[in-house]
């Protein structure tokens, strides 16, 4: 007995000490956490901050941070949770009937629990007609087009407490009912995708990710080359699938929610289809270049090169905040590009949102560009006052320099800004009369 209670000291011992030694000497390598997680830093000693006991806080919350084989304990807690209790330490995951897993935000946006109003997407609506006509007389083609959701592709495993029986009107539903009454031309995917929920041969989404599945992306590839011949005449790239890997190891975006769940074990999925692309070359073939202002939903084409066979260019407006290359050569913010010229440098320009985010559809890109090209002429003329102005290149070089742009697009930016207070002065004076 004694014996025993030694060795029962002696392992525990190890146990405690074993962490310390991982963390110092890296051996036995453990997977790190998915999904958005922060650490903490290291905190800087100082007299005041170690009398005042926040060093010995900081530190502690820094200890527990980068404490060995944290990844592993902390899924081994996540792991305990669900199989005991049914709880979950993903951001936003919802574990709906069957094992299903969901967004609360893509239930929200099926319910209708998101809706922001038929006002504000009608007037959304008029902007983008306006953009659509208006572009299109610059030779440039705007294709708005409404991503499927998880939610509404799969509201028979939505779980009961989120009443998905008591559905109000939702945005989806509002923004084509204005985009018809304009007679916007648009793409729903979203539609699409239901009605070839039952006969699609492989699955069009899988039950692990929140995402389109990479099946589901060759046909909206498919899809989108033939509008865009259609549209400009031309002859693009004429893909064609070879075969199909089928696997229950789901890639990225297939697994994303059961990835961010950091469980100790493998969540039960089935099996999806990864497309095996050709891409025959010809010279007869058009690429054309290609603007996409987008949620997530455009990433794995994106991100995994498929774009580069089908455009000559395609800039990436991730939620319209940073724009990617496709030749990965990185990001740039959008602050700092000037629009105006941007607009001119693409065949087409796409918008591509899930119902999840479409209460942003756009991210401030419809109303950007429908003020520049509805006031282009009254921008040019504040344009002018500025650089008519005795000290305007010492005083522009110093506005650029403090927001780390060019002097030419501190003009472009000042110039808008004053565009803007123009006409809001008068709205107010024709609001007195």
Request: hydrophobic letters at 35%; proline letters at 4%.
């Amino acid at each position: 007995m004694y014996r025993l209670k030694q060795i029962l000291f002696l392992s525990l011992v190890i146990l405690l000490i074993l962490p310390a030694f991982q963390k110092e000497l890296h051996f036995c390598k453990v997977e790190p956490l998915h999904g958005a997680v922060s650490y903490s830093e290291k905190p800087s000693f100082s007299f005041e901050s170690w009398f005042t006991g926040n060093f010995q806080v900081q530190y502690d919350k820094y200890l527990e941070d980068h404490i060995g084989f944290r990844p592993y304990l902390v899924r081994l807690h996540n792991q305990l949770d669900y199989s005991l209790f049914d709880e979950l330490h993903g951001r936003s995951v919802v574990i709906g009937k069957e094992g299903y897993l969901y967004e609360t935000s893509y239930i929200d946006a099926y319910t209708g629990k998101d809706f922001i109003g038929q006002e504000l997407i009608a007037d959304k609506a008029s902007k983008v007609k306006y953009l659509q006509d208006t572009l299109r007389h610059m030779g440039v083609t705007l294709i708005p087009v409404f991503a499927p959701g998880k939610a509404s592709f799969f509201p028979e495993y939505i779980p009961d407490s989120f009443k998905p029986e008591e559905r109000s009107k939702t945005n989806i539903e509002a923004y084509r009912e204005e985009f018809d009454k304009r007679s916007i031309s648009f793409i729903d995917m979203n539609s699409w995708f239901l009605q070839m929920k039952d006969t699609a041969t492989y699955p069009l989404y899988s039950k692990c990710g929140i995402h389109w599945s990479y099946y589901g992306i060759s046909l909206v590839f498919d899809t989108l080359t033939k509008y865009m011949e259609k549209e400009k005449h031309i002859n693009m790239v004429d893909f064609y699938v070879k075969d199909y890997e089928i696997t229950d190891n789901l890639r990225d975006d297939d697994y994303d929610l059961a990835r961010g769940m950091n469980l100790l074990c493998k969540y039960p999925c089935y099996e999806m289809a990864y497309p095996n692309y050709v891409f025959p070359d010809s010279p007869e073939y058009t690429k054309p270049t290609v603007m996409t202002i987008s949620d997530s939903y455009y990433w794995t084409p994106f991100g995994k090169g498929l774009t580069k066979y089908f455009f000559e260019r395609n800039t990436f407006r991730y939620y319209n905040k940073q724009a990617f290359e496709q030749d990965g050569t990185g990001f740039t913010d959008v602050k700092t590009i000037t629009l105006e010229d941007d607009l001119n440098n693409y065949d087409f320009i796409m918008l591509i949102y899930t119902d999840a985010t479409l209460q942003k559809f756009a991210s401030g890109f419809v109303e950007d560009a429908y003020f520049i090209l509805k006031h282009k002429d009254l921008i040019k003329y504040y344009k002018q006052v500025i650089r008519n102005s005795p000290d305007w290149p010492q005083e522009m070089q110093k506005k650029a320099a403090g927001k780390e742009v060019s002097l030419d697009e501190m003009v472009h930016i000042d110039a808008i800004w004053l565009a803007e207070q123009k006409l809001k002065k008068q709205e107010v004076i024709s609001e007195k009369k």
